[in-house]
């Protein structure tokens, strides 16, 4: 009992900022303040022409380009609060999260979403992940954080896995990249497509919005090519992306697992032969990185759902989530170098293109096979 509370003790010490923090906080608070403000500023001045451009992505934009020349000369003094962005807020944004959806919202679409869901999910991942280390000959924590963009749900989903993979900050920046550049080009063309015509005969409107949820990268982006159609496949599409969000937590625990397996076990804590297997099993799971902020957003999904709350409160917990999210990807810019991501080269954008071209065919035979059980 007396270990728990001292665990407990400990994880509230450690997402309670000090005074060492304090500046670099407040410079990524005011920067992300200025991107939500950008960000919906932008989409008055066009009239709503200017689609898809969320303040995650003017975060790290703006974040890069800081990081690149102002920034360097006040990091010593920063850095602190900038990591803190980085790690305690962008899990407490995780958490968050939980409050833009129900399990309601879940029972709405029926097993066919889940089940299109779980499939896109998984082959997206293993498809990234083969085609990376094994073709492309690209870094493994790189090509989990495509491969997790590209299958959950983008730029968010990048930044939650960030922590367990233990991934540098510019491996974390390219995978978002290629979450912004696919992902716009697929929140245009989904809708291009319907209208040529190219999809009915394969796809009703439903499964269309379906369709969509299950394949287009971020949230804000199914919204868009949801309701280019109507309100309803708009409501069906977002739906069934954050269906795939709930599966965040899930994929998160079982990529701690699998990331154990290269982990060597001591051989002195082995002592017969046929025991071996056993002892590695073991020590992988001591050693998981068990991501607790991913159950607790599904915990907040549960008491979002069940627990009655005015719209106020909900809408006060989604703006606070938002302006988490974005001080997270602010700071992640901050400390982005772009000698870094040169280094990478093009290889990390192709396998971004493959998986893009995979999620529209292959997600599109998924979920035309899914419509005829």
């Given at each position: ?149 590209a299958s959950i749900c983008g730029a968010a989903a990048v930044i939650a896995a960030e922590p367990v993979v233990n991934a540098q900050a510019h491996k974390v920046t390219i995978a978002v990249a290629t ?195």
């Amino acid at each position: 009992m007396h270990t728990l509370v001292q665990s407990v003790s400990n994880s509230v010490h450690n997402y309670t900022p000090n005074h060492r923090h304090l500046a670099g906080l407040v410079v990524v608070l005011i920067g992300s303040l200025f991107c939500l403000w950008l960000d919906s500023s932008l989409d008055v001045w066009s009239n709503g022409r200017i689609v898809g451009l969320s303040s995650l992505t003017l975060a790290i934009l703006l974040g890069m380009i800081l990081g690149n020349t102002v920034y360097p000369k006040f990091a010593e003094r920063l850095n602190g609060g900038v990591c803190f962005a980085k790690g305690q807020i962008l899990r407490l944004a995780i958490m968050f999260y939980g409050f833009k959806l129900t399990i309601t919202q879940v029972a709405s679409v029926g097993m066919p979403a889940i089940m299109t869901d779980a499939l896109v999910l998984t082959s997206t991942f293993m498809l990234t992940y083969w085609l990376g280390t094994r073709w492309l000959k690209v870094d493994k924590e790189t090509v989990i954080l495509i491969g997790s963009g590209a299958s959950i749900c983008g730029a968010a989903a990048v930044i939650a896995a960030e922590p367990v993979v233990n991934a540098q900050a510019h491996k974390v920046t390219i995978a978002v990249a290629t979450v912004v550049v696919f992902g716009t080009i697929a929140m245009l063309l989904y809708p291009f497509l319907y209208h040529l015509g190219w999809l009915q005969p394969w796809l009703s409107a439903q499964q269309y919005g379906m369709y969509t949820g299950s394949t287009v990268h971020e949230v804000a982006q199914v919204v868009v090519a949801g309701n280019a159609i109507n309100t309803e496949i708009g409501d069906t599409a977002v739906v069934t992306k954050m269906i795939r969000v709930m599966m965040l937590a899930p994929f998160l625990l079982v990529l701690s697992f699998a990331l154990t397996k290269d982990r060597t076990v001591d051989s002195a804590d082995v002592e017969e032969d046929n025991k071996n297997e056993t002892a590695s099993f073991m020590t992988r799971v001591k050693q998981v990185k068990v991501p607790w902020f991913a159950f607790i957003f599904i915990g907040i999904v549960l008491i979002h759902t069940w627990v009655p709350m005015s719209e106020s409160i909900v809408r006060s917990m989604v703006m606070l989530d938002d302006v988490l999210l974005t001080m997270a990807m602010f700071a992640l810019g901050l400390t982005t170098h772009l000698s870094a991501i040169k280094q990478a080269g093009v290889r990390p954008l192709i396998l971004g293109a493959i998986m893009f071209g995979w999620l529209i065919l292959g997600g599109g035979l998924i979920n035309i096979g899914i419509s005829f059980i």
